[in-house]
T-cell receptor
Framework: RKEVEQDPGPFNVPEGATVAFNCTYSNSASQSFFWYRQDCRKEPKLLMSVYSSGNEDGRFTAQLNRASQYISLLIRDSKLSDSATYLCVVNEGYSTLTFGKGTMLLVSP | NAGVTQTPKFRILKIGQSMTLQCTQDMNHNYMYWYRQDPGMGLKLIYYSVGAGITDKGEVPNGYNVSRSTTEDFPLRLELAAPSQTSVYFC????????????FGPGTRLTVT
């Protein structure tokens, strides 16, 4: 069974801190990788795709290490509004995605 | 566009009852999905569809049925509700091949007692 593993946290950080999450995946044939964000009692929403060369979107940086089969998400200058659960997501073939259980982030004043 | 809509938002069922969770998308997406999410757990795929008339089982299909008669609608049917089906159910859609982003509905919170 193909799996996506994440540290559930919670990660407790003060505002302004830098925090990083990692995720490992078991299917070496996976081609597409994503980070989704899920607020409490809400639906998941796409945060960013993860490209082989790494990519940045404002305060968020995602990186992929295919050799070690892990994906990372770095958040700089954390805001209170970043408090959420971050889901690591990997494609399985053309049709379906596999979601990790998520890493909870709590940003405090 | 409304995106992906789900009804009802909440429902309490007695053991053995049946119900249909509705899901509609107005983005003309080919692919649609049903997931369940238990507290503290990840999303688990129940069923999915790659187009009208085509459905396939996901990781946890037992106790559920689906149909896809139109592009827009993808209802999920629970025939004999059991306490193990207490969960939050999310419907999602995706444009198709080449685009992996899934758009989720707001979810249906189901309790079976």
């Amino acid at each position: 069974r193909k799996e996506v593993e994440q540290d559930p946290g919670p990660f407790n950080v003060p505002e302004g801190a830098t925090v990083a999450f990692n995720c490992t995946y078991s299917n070496s044939a996976s081609q597409s990788f994503f980070w989704y964000r899920q607020d409490c009692r809400k639906e998941p929403k796409l945060l960013m795709s993860v490209y082989s060369s790494g990519n940045e979107d404002g305060r968020f940086t995602a990186q992929l290490n295919r050799a070690s089969q892990y994906i990372s998400l770095l958040i700089r200058d954390s805001k209170l509004s970043d408090s959420a659960t971050y889901l690591c997501v990997v494609n399985e073939g053309y049709s379906t995605l596999t979601f990790g259980k998520g890493t909870m982030l709590l940003v405090s004043p | 566009n409304a995106g992906v809509t789900q009804t009802p938002k909440f429902r309490i069922l007695k053991i053995g009852q049946s119900m249909t969770l509705q899901c509609t998308q107005d983005m003309n997406h080919n692919y649609m999905y049903w997931y369940r999410q238990d507290p503290g757990m990840g999303l688990k795929l129940i069923y999915y569809s790659v187009g009208a008339g085509i459905t396939d089982k996901g990781e946890v299909p037992n106790g559920y049925n689906v149909s896809r008669s139109t592009t827009e609608d993808f209802p999920l049917r629970l025939e004999l509700a059991a306490p193990s089906q207490t969960s939050v159910y999310f419907c999602a859609s995706r444009e198709g091949v080449g685009s992996y982003e899934q758009y989720f509905g707001p979810g249906t919170r189901l309790t079976v007692t």
